[in-house]
């Protein structure tokens, strides 16, 4: 059970990979509908931290809560609780969009009533309707992206986690994107989104930076700011970045 709307919460969590540290201590939390950055270089423990957070990889030591489910003794119900839209992979790009919104909604266990309920909802929204049969390479890149995000929260997941999913995606379908974040953050849906567009991160009710495996900031864009006597996101994440000794991931 999800208490004190918190939709995340970790205590001391680490990852070591033999003798390497990837994640090393982080403690922070995330509340229902709140839309987190998760930020840092390359090499800073982000795809680490989130393979942990989705159930996909077991913490070494600490402790983590996503959707209220321990993310050590029961990953499985967090995959069903949760939504992942990455840049690398969302949809398969061979089916047609209406063939991905069923595959996916049978994949986090909707019925077949409510998907197709649902479906139908869904193109109107997006205004797809002429692309219910188009297979998704066709698309441009854009509304691909406008069609995963959707399908990630297809089945109304307590969060959604996000892993750079902007890339390559020109400024205008960017800030169509960032709208459907919001519209999904008013309905109550936690947004847990990795970037590396520093505006993007002035959109986030707060933001993390991660340096070598520790979370070296946390707050919101604004105090971040005036706690760095930065411009912007960008001068703060630079100022925190340069510290870091290692590179990769």
Known sequence: MIMNNIVIETE???????KFTAVDSISFNVRKGEIFGFLGANGAGKTTAMRMLCGLSKPTSGKGTVAGYDITR??????????????RFSL????????????????????DSQIAEKTNELLHTLDFGKDRNTPVKA?????????????????E???????????????????QFWELIYDASDRGIAVFVT????????????VSIMVDGRIKALDTPDKLKCQYNADSM??????????????GE
């Open 12 to 18: 001391n969590l680490t990852k070591r990979f033999g």
């Open 74 to 87: 029961r990953p499985e119900p967090i995959k069903r609780n949760i939504g992942y839209m990455s840049q």
């Open 92 to 111: 398969y790009e061979d089916l047609k969009v209406w063939e991905n919104i069923r595959l996916f909604g049978g994949i986090y266990g909707m019925s």
């Open 139 to 155: 698309l441009p890149l854009g509304r691909k992206q406008k069609l995963a995000f959707s399908v990630a929260i297809f089945h």
């Open 157 to 175: 997941p307590k969060i959604v986690f996000l892993d750079e999913p902007t890339g390559g995606v020109d400024p205008a379908a960017r800030r």
């Open 195 to 206: 970037t590396h567009y520093m505006d993007e991160a002035e959109y986030c009710n707060r």
């Open 234 to 247: 960008n001068d703060v994440f630079t100022h925190i970045a340069r510290t870091a000794e290692r590179t």
